[in-house]
Structure formats: structure tokens, C-alpha cells
């Protein structure tokens, strides 16, 4: 990748700036996780037994941690360091649930949705060995290569599965430490959440993600039983599932603190037709409306763009 600085109407290369060591790395991520990757920082250097975790982070949209592992060379397998974390993870539950209450400062009365644990390495480069062995749909793990330019500027990438192979038709019935991670931790994807849809509720997506498309940076993270609709990092609203119609959450403002009342900058929605109802608790403002077929969906597309902009 070629980046240049625009002066004028003339460019200037860009050069690579490249981390001298691993620990650069981690304390650049350490204090932009939410930037990064959208999960909140819990701890540096969280030993359990002989495990040593680079970084201890926690996802709130699924209730779950995220472990980071930082990377300068290519000598390492992604597959058995991965597998190994999480099986200690998952076999030291109470240790992950103590950490994040005591850095916190929050209660231990912890709802962890231990199914959606992921690991997520960050390295300058992976070779081809490791980009193909994570080529697999439902691998809980990603890559993610990061630069850094002598302009300050970093620029992240990751590295994305095209395959539809499953790691869990590999060594389904063996009694490895893959089969026995895989048996509680799940990856879901778009057909977990389409699984058991009705025909109308299937083209009510199908047309959304067609009309979203043309928006940049817009993702869809689906889950079991919703999706999250997404503008690079920050929510632009939620799909919940119900029996035979979607359930739709515009967010306009949340204070987990329980002063919502004085939050500033709450988004407003010009909704002409009032196809969205408000909807209030002390911790979070809501615009919510119902899904039931595709006849108003160019309309609440119109909806949607003016929360997208406003992000």
C-alpha cells in the first residue's frame, strides 16, 4: 500500500515508521481500544497460571471478553496460542469475573456471555501460514495488521475469511482443546441469525442490506438473535427478532451512571411520519418502531441515514 500527503496539488510519500518493539504497539492500543476496536479496557499483563495475557478487554455489546495479543515476528502459530488462551479462559471463568470487578470497581454480580469470547491479535504482518490456518467462518479469532507512518498516522487492517469451511467439521469428536472450545464458544453469522426467519422477515433483510449498501463504512453484526447495523465503530442501530416481526432500536443517548436526563447532544429524529415512537428509561433514550414487511423501507432507510450522519 502506496500513502502520500497532499500539499497543494503536488503528493509526498509517506514512510513507514515501523514499531521497534512489541510493547509500542500495546501501549498504543491499550489507550484507544474503544477507537480501535470498540471494547473497554480492563487490564495489562493478566497472568493466570503460565498464561501471561498481553491485554484483558471487555465487549458490552455482548457481554463478553476480548483478549489482545501483540506480535513483531511471524514465529508463532495463531491456531495454538489462540485455542490455548481461550481454553484457559474458559477453565478459569471466576479469575476473568474477579479481574474485571476489581479493576472496575464494580460488583461481582457479572452476566458473561462466555459463548462470544474472541481473541484478537494485532501484529506489523502475518505470513500466509497464519492468515490461511484462521481461514475458516466460525474461528473466534482475528488479525489485524497495524502500520504506523512518519506522518503520525497509524492504519489498521483486517484480515478477513472468504470461506465457508467450518474448523469444527475439521476435528468435530476429537478430544482436542479445539473440539472442547468450540463446544462453548460459538461464531455467529449471518445464517444463525437467519435460521427459522419466515420468508418476509428474510426479505425484509435481504432488501435492507441492498439499500445500506451504498453507504461507506456500514456493517452487519449479526448475532443469534439480533443485529447490530454498525457506521466503522459506533452503533447505528440494532435488528431484534421477534416472532414475526423485527424489533428496531435507534440509540439517541445512554448513561449507564443513571443520569440520562442531563445528557447533552441527544439525537432527534425528524420523523414526519412517526413511523419511530420514544422510547425512556433512566439509563438509556430510544427511538423504536416495528418491522413487519418491506412496504415502508425506503422510508425508514431516510430514518436511518439521519442517525448514519450524525455519527
Known sequence: MDLYSINGNKLKTVELNSFKKEREIQDLVEKNTETLFGVDFVSSEFTIDEFRIDTLCFDSETN?????E???????SVIDQGYSYLSKMLNNK????IEYCRKKNVSVNLEIDWSQSRIIFVSPSFNSYQKNSVNFQDIP???WEIKRFDNNTIVLNQHLSKSNQRIKN????????????????????RDDFFDGLNENMKEVINELEEKLSSFDDVHFNYKKKYLGVWKNKKV???????KD????????GIDFGGNVEKLKNIFTLDDSKKMFKEWNNKYKKLYQCKLKNTDNLDYFVLMIRQKYDSL
Open 141 to 143: 479469532f482475528e488479525l
Open 64 to 68: 463478553s471478553f476480548v483478549i489482545i
Open 170 to 189: 475439521m476435528v468435530s469428536g476429537k478430544d482436542t482443546i479445539i473440539d472442547k472450545v468450540n463446544k462453548e464458544v460459538k461464531v455467529l453469522t
Open 70 to 76: 501483540y506480535k513483531k515476528g511471524s514465529s508463532y
Open 245 to 252: 416481526y423485527f424489533h428496531v432500536d435507534i440509540n439517541r
Open 94 to 97: 471466576d479469575s476473568f469475573v
Open 236 to 242: 447505528i442501530f440494532y435488528v431484534n427478532r421477534k
